[in-house]
C-alpha cells in the first residue's frame, strides 16, 4: 500500500501494514512485561509493595485498567483521531497548535506549543532509557537461565547496543520486513505462557474486575500511590504508537493493538500474578519464571530480539523527531540520512545517532539493572503522556468545537489519572526520576535557546541584506550596467523579502551578475510532505526578461530538500530561459557567529547558542549541491 493510501484513509488494507506495524510500533510497549512487575514488587524500593494476595490481585487489576484507560481509550481511540496529513506525534501536535491557534488564544496557544516542546524533549530521555532498560531486562533472563551468568549481563547489554548503533547507518529496511513475525512470534510466546500461568491459578483472572484497581487504590493508598511509580512501566510506547501513526495508518495499528498486542500483554501479566498467587518467592523475575526452564535461554533469546526492535523503534523516532524539530527552527540544521528509496520516513541522523549511543552506555554502566533504571523511564513516559493528554484536549476545543462541558470532564478525569502518576512518579525523583527531567530540560533549553538565537540572527541578516525588490531595481537602473557573464548562478536565500548576501557582494564588488540569477527559497511549512504540483512557486520580481527570478521552493517538515532534482522541474519559460543543472553555480552565505555586547539574550545562552551552531550540517550536503559548483561566501553577525 503507498503512503498517499494510508494517509488519506484508504479503505483498503494488507495484512504486510498489520504485520509491518506489529514489527515497528508495538516493540516498547510489548516489551513492557518483562519489567513491570517485578519492579512493583522490588524488596530494594525506597517504598517497597508487600507480596500478598491482596496486593497481587490489585497490582495486576491496576495495570490492566491503567493500559485500558490510557492506551485503549486516551491513545487508541481519542489521540489518533488527530494528525496532520497522516503524521502523528507530539511534534504533529506543536504544528497543529501553530496552524489552527486562534488569535483570541494565542498566548495559550503558545504555552501550550512550549509545553509541547519539553513533551518533545522528554522523547529525547525516553530514546536515551528505552534501549538501556530494554536489552537489560531481557539480558537479565540469563540469571534464571543458570546462577553466576550475572556477571556478564551489563558487558553483553553493552555489545548488543554498540552493535545496534553501529549498524544504524545502514538503516532499518534489510532486517524490517523480519521485525515483524519476531514481534508475532514474541506475543504469541508470552501470551501462551501467560494461559499457562493462568491455568495453575485461575482465580487471577478476578483482576479483570476494575473492582479490585479500585479497593487496591482506595483501600490501600499508602502502598498503591507508591505502586504507581512502577505500573505506570506498562504504558511505556504509548507516544511511539501515536508517533509511528504516519507510518502505517491508523487501522493498521488498531487492529494490531485489539487482535494481539493488547490480549498478548494481558494474559503475561494475568499468567505472572498467577506465578505469584501460587508461590511469592519468584518476585525477582517472574516474567522469565512463568516458563519451564528448558524455554527459558529461547526465551531470553526471544526477549533480546524483542527489547532490540523495541530500542530500534525509538532511536528510529529520535531521528525523526530532531530532523522535524530543525526543519521547524527549533535546532540546527542537521545531516539527515535516507537509508531507503521507498520508506521516506526511514532515515538516519549521524549526529543524534552517536550521542544517543553514548549516553545509553553511560546508563548501562551507571545503573547497571533494569531495577534501577525504571524509575527514570517511568518519569519520561508520563510526562510526555499527561503533556499529548493536555494538547489533544485543547485541539478538540478550539478545531473541533468540543462542548466544553464534555472536554472538561473527560480531560479532567483523563488528566487526573495523568497526574496521578506524574505525583507517584515525583516521589522517586532522588531514585532516578530526575534524569529524564534533567534530559528533557536540557534539550528544551537548547531547543528554544537556538530557536530565539535563529531569531535574533534573521533580524541581523534582514538589516545587513536589505530589500530584494530595491537591490533588483537598483541593478535594473544603474548607470553603468553591470557586465554579465554566461551561465546560471543560484543564490540560496531564506525568502524574496532580503537579497542574497553573496549576491550583494557578487555585484557590489565584482561588479558582475549571470547571465540567469535564480534566487531560490527553501520554506518549510507546517505539514508533513508536499505533492510535486504544489512545491515551486516563480516571482519575476517586476522585471519579465532581465534573467532574474526568485523561486520559492516548498518542502514538508519530514522532507528532506534536494536542490538540483528541484531545479530539473522548474519550467524554461517561467525562469526566463534555459537553466542548465550540471553547469550551473551554487551560491551560499555563511555567517560566522560572535558574541556581541547588546542584550538580546543572557551572556550563557548567547555561548550556548553559538555553540551549538557548530553542530549544523554542511549546507551544501544538506541541499544535495554539487561540490564542485558551490562557491561559499562568508559574513559575520554579533548575537
Do not use: C
Not at 236 to 250: K, L, Q, V
Not at 477 to 505: D, E, Q, Y
Not at 514 to 542: C, F, N, W
Amino acid at each position: 500500500m503507498s503512503q498517499e493510501a494510508l494517509h488519506h484513509g484508504h479503505p483498503t488494507l494488507k495484512a504486510a501494514v498489520v504485520i509491518g506495524a506489529l514489527g515497528v510500533v508495538f516493540g516498547d510497549i510489548g516489551t513492557s512485561p518483562i519489567y513491570t512487575i517485578q519492579t512493583v514488587f522490588n524488596p530494594s524500593d525506597p517504598h517497597p509493595v508487600p507480596i500478598s494476595e491482596g496486593n497481587i490481585l490489585g497490582v495486576v487489576s491496576t495495570i490492566f485498567w491503567s493500559v485500558m484507560i490510557i492506551v485503549t481509550l486516551t491513545y487508541i481511540t481519542l489521540v489518533m483521531r488527530v494528525n496532520n496529513d497522516g503524521e502523528g506525534g507530539i511534534m504533529a501536535l506543536i504544528t497543529l497548535l501553530r496552524r489552527w491557534g486562534s488569535s483570541n488564544r494565542r498566548r495559550s496557544a503558545v504555552f501550550l506549543a512550549a509545553l509541547g516542546i519539553f513533551g518533545a524533549s522528554l522523547f529525547f530521555g525516553d530514546s536515551m532509557i528505552t534501549p538501556a532498560i530494554s536489552v537489560l531486562s531481557a539480558v537479565e533472563g540469563l540469571e534464571t537461565v543458570r546462577p553466576g551468568l550475572d556477571e556478564i549481563v551489563v558487558p553483553l547489554t553493552a555489545v548488543i547496543i554498540v552493535i545496534l548503533f553501529a549498524f544504524q547507518r545502514h538503516g532499518t529496511a534489510a532486517v524490517g520486513k523480519f521485525f515483524g513475525p519476531v514481534m508475532i512470534t514474541w506475543f504469541t510466546a508470552i501470551g501462551a505462557a501467560g494461559i499457562w500461568g493462568i491455568s495453575q491459578e485461575p482465580r487471577i483472572l478476578e483482576a479483570l474486575s476494575p473492582t479490585y484497581a479500585i479497593g487496591f487504590l482506595a483501600g490501600h493508598f499508602h502502598i498503591a500511590f507508591f505502586a504507581l511509580a512502577a505500573i505506570v512501566l506498562s504504558v511505556t510506547g504509548a507516544e511511539a504508537i501515536y508517533a509511528d501513526m504516519g507510518h502505517f495508518g491508523r487501522k493498521a495499528i488498531v487492529i494490531g493493538w485489539l487482535s494481539l498486542v493488547l490480549p498478548a500483554s494481558t494474559l503475561s501479566y494475568l499468567g505472572q500474578g498467577a506465578l505469584l498467587l501460587g508461590d511469592e518467592s519468584k518476585y525477582s523475575s517472574p516474567f522469565f519464571l512463568l516458563v519451564p526452564d528448558w524455554a527459558r535461554l529461547p526465551l531470553v533469546i526471544l526477549a533480546t530480539a524483542a527489547t532490540v526492535i523495541a530500542a530500534q523503534a525509538v532511536i528510529t523516532g529520535a531521528y525523526s523527531v530532531a530532523s522535524q524539530a530543525g526543519q521547524l527552527g527549533y535546532l540546527p540544521r542537521l545531516r539527515v540520512v535516507h537509508t531507503s528509496e521507498s520508506a521516506i520516513g526511514q532515515i538516519y541522523v549521524p549526529w543524534i545517532n552517536w550521542l544517543l549511543m553514548v549516553s545509553v552506555l553511560v546508563l548501562v554502566f551507571a545503573f547497571r539493572s533494569s531495577a534501577a533504571l525504571a524509575y527514570a523511564f517511568g518519569m519520561a513516559v508520563v510526562a510526555t503522556i499527561t503533556i499529548t493528554t493536555l494538547l489533544f484536549f485543547y485541539l478538540a476545543r478550539v478545531r473541533w468545537k468540543t462542548p466544553l462541558w464534555l472536554v472538561l470532564t473527560g480531560g479532567g478525569l483523563l488528566l487526573a489519572i495523568d497526574l496521578l502518576f506524574v505525583s507517584a512518579n515525583l516521589t522517586k525523583l532522588v531514585h532516578g526520576a530526575w534524569l529524564p527531567l534533567l534530559i528533557g530540560i536540557t534539550a528544551f533549553t537548547v531547543m528554544t535557546t537556538w530557536q530565539r538565537g535563529r531569531a535574533i540572527v534573521t533580524a541581523e541578516r534582514d538589516r545587513a541584506e536589505g530589500s530584494l525588490s530595491e537591490f533588483v531595481d537598483d541593478m535594473q537602473n544603474r548607470k553603468r550596467p553591470l557586465s554579465r557573464v554566461p551561465g546560471t548562478a543560484i543564490f540560496l536565500n531564506r525568502g524574496k523579502v532580503t537579497a542574497p548576501l553573496a549576491l550583494r557582494a557578487n555585484v557590489e564588488h565584482n561588479h558582475v551578475r549571470h547571465e540567469h540569477v535564480v534566487v531560490l527559497s527553501i520554506d518549510t511549512l507546517p505539514v508533513p510532505r508536499l505533492a510535486d504540483d504544489q512545491r515551486i512557486v516563480v516571482d519575476h520580481l517586476g522585471y519579465a526578461g532581465d534573467g532574474i527570478t526568485h523561486v520559492t521552493a516548498r518542502y514538508g517538515y519530514m522532507e528532506t530538500p534536494d536542490v538540483p532534482a528541484l531545479l530539473q522541474m522548474l519550467d524554461a519559460e517561467l525562469t526566463e530561459g534555459q537553466i542548465s543543472v550540471e553547469e550551473a553555480s551554487y551560491f551560499l552565505s555563511k555567517i560566522e557567529l560572535t558574541r556581541g555586547t547588546s542584550h538580546t539574550m543572557a551572556p550563557w545562552r548567547k555561548r550556548l547558542f553559538i555553540a551549538t551552531s557548530y553542530i549544523t550540517a554542511d549546507a551544501a550536503e544538506y541541499f544535495s549541491l554539487p561540490r564542485d559548483h558551490t562557491v561559499i561566501m562568508g559574513s559575520r553577525i554579533e548575537v
